[in-house]
C-alpha cells in the first residue's frame, strides 16, 4: 500500500512539472526580451537503486526544458542540459523535491 501511494504521489509530481515546465519553456521561447541562456550541470543522484536512477533520467528528459545527457552510476550522477541555466542549483533542487524523493520511496535500495 505504501508503494501505491508513492507511486501515486511520484506521478502527481511528474505530470505537475511536465505542464508547468511546458508552459514555462513555451514561456522562455516567445517571449520578448532576452533568450534563456542554457546550461549543462552535474546532478549527484541520491539514494536511488539502479532503477530508479535510470527512471529519475527518463522523468527528468520528458519534462520540457531539461534533458538528461548522461548517467553515470559508478560516479551516481547525471549531466543534465538546462534550456534555462539562470538558476541551476533551483532547478537541480527541484528535481529533487518533485521526483527524486518521490523515487526514492518507489525505487528504494541505494548504492547497489
Do not use: K, N, Q, Y
Request: proline residues 7%; hydrophobic residues 50%.
Amino acid at each position: 500500500m505504501r508503494r501505491a501511494r508513492a507511486v501515486v504521489v511520484l506521478l502527481a509530481h511528474f505530470l505537475w512539472e511536465v505542464v508547468w515546465s511546458g508552459f514555462a519553456t513555451a514561456w522562455a521561447i516567445v517571449r520578448p526580451g532576452a533568450r534563456p541562456a542554457p546550461a549543462v550541470v552535474e546532478m549527484p543522484v541520491g539514494d536511488l537503486s539502479r532503477t530508479g536512477a535510470a527512471l529519475l533520467v527518463c522523468l527528468v528528459t520528458l519534462t520540457p526544458g531539461t534533458s538528461a545527457v548522461d548517467l553515470d552510476l559508478d560516479r551516481r550522477r547525471v549531466v543534465l542540459h538546462l534550456l534555462d541555466g539562470s538558476d541551476p542549483a533551483g532547478a537541480m533542487a527541484a528535481i529533487r523535491r518533485r521526483l527524486e524523493r518521490p523515487l526514492e520511496a518507489v525505487c528504494p535500495g541505494g548504492r547497489r
